[in-house]
Nanobody, 114 residues
Framework: QVQLVESGGDLVQPGGTLRLSCTSS????????MAWYRQAPGKQRELDAS???????KYGDSVKGRFRISRDNAKNTVSLLMNSLQPEDTGLYFC????????WGQGTQVTVSS
């Protein structure tokens, strides 16, 4: 069973930057398209960004131009660089494959507030 561990969330002011990381316990990570998902308070989990095994990226409209997803297949990690953070970005962030295949991790909390 693949275990995903997310980290890097924090409380940050509007306009700030965070970098989230996700580590997989399995070394078959390379075969999967991976993604970051956000669950805002009281809302369903939604896709923010995805990256194919070859590095092709896609972004949701709300984060396009501000977030950047990347991966290091050798280290079984996927990252999300979040720039120009806004209060609407607040939520619990998860990584998983796209579509989601693995058991969800605990997520990492991002709070954007002054």
């Amino acid at each position: 069973q693949v275990q995903l561990v997310e980290s890097g969330g924090d409380l940050v002011q509007p306009g700030g930057t965070l970098r989230l990381s996700c580590t997989s316990s399995k070394n078959n990570f390379i075969y999967y398209k991976m993604a970051w998902y956000r669950q805002a308070p009281g809302k369903q989990r939604e896709l923010d960004a995805s990256i194919s095994s070859g590095g092709v990226t896609k972004y949701g409209d709300s984060v396009k131009g501000r977030f950047r997803i990347s991966r290091d297949n050798a280290k079984n990690t996927v990252s999300l660089l979040m720039n120009s953070l806004q209060p609407e970005d607040t939520g619990l962030y998860f990584c998983n494959s796209y579509p989601p295949t693995f058991e969800w991790g605990q997520g990492t909390q991002v709070t954007v507030s002054s």
